[in-house]
């Protein structure tokens, strides 16, 4: 990837037509996702709400997305763009000299750790347990690292 050579703050301004709620009439994606009424977030969105995560708490994509389909009575948000969302959101702040956004402080479902943010997975560790996070390996081949007890650190989105 040419991460270097990406304007992501730039990408973080653009709306992309968004906010916006499509309606999905795939029987499977209604089925796995409760409903049809699906929220596309800006990448703005993203950022704010990661903005405001205090030092020592968690969130998950997964709680990220729940809390801008309530908060827009969507029946849920699209996954896809807000796991690229997130991405552009943490790499965006790396490119800053202020403003930071703790992006290591979002993991991905199961308390995982993102291996697509600045640094991978490894940076996003050293960061966590500088905060008092224990993070643990799984994986023998290819080591995937995750937060056990992500749940009891968990920031209430409200």
Do not use: C
Not at 28 to 47: C, L, Q, S
Not at 80 to 109: C, M, N
């Amino acid at each position: 990837m040419n991460e270097d050579q990406k304007d992501f703050n730039a990408m973080l301004l653009r709306p992309n037509g968004m906010p916006k709620i499509q309606t999905v009439t795939d029987p499977k994606t209604i089925e796995k996702y409760g409903g049809e009424k699906m929220y596309f977030a800006p990448p703005m969105d993203y950022d704010r709400v990661m903005k405001r995560i205090p030092y020592g708490k968690l969130l998950t994509v997964g709680d990220i997305r729940a809390y801008f389909a309530r908060q827009n009575g969507a029946d849920f948000t699209d996954p896809i763009t807000a796991g690229i969302f997130v991405s552009i959101a943490a790499w965006a702040s790396e490119q800053r000299d202020h403003d930071k956004t703790p992006y290591w402080r979002v993991l991905k479902a199961k308390g995982e750790l993102n291996p697509k943010y600045p640094g991978g997975a490894e940076a996003q560790k050293k960061l966590l347990e500088n905060e008092g996070h224990r993070v643990v390996a799984r994986g023998r081949t290819h080591l995937r690292y995750y937060v056990p007890d992500y749940e009891n650190a968990l920031f209430p989105l409200v």
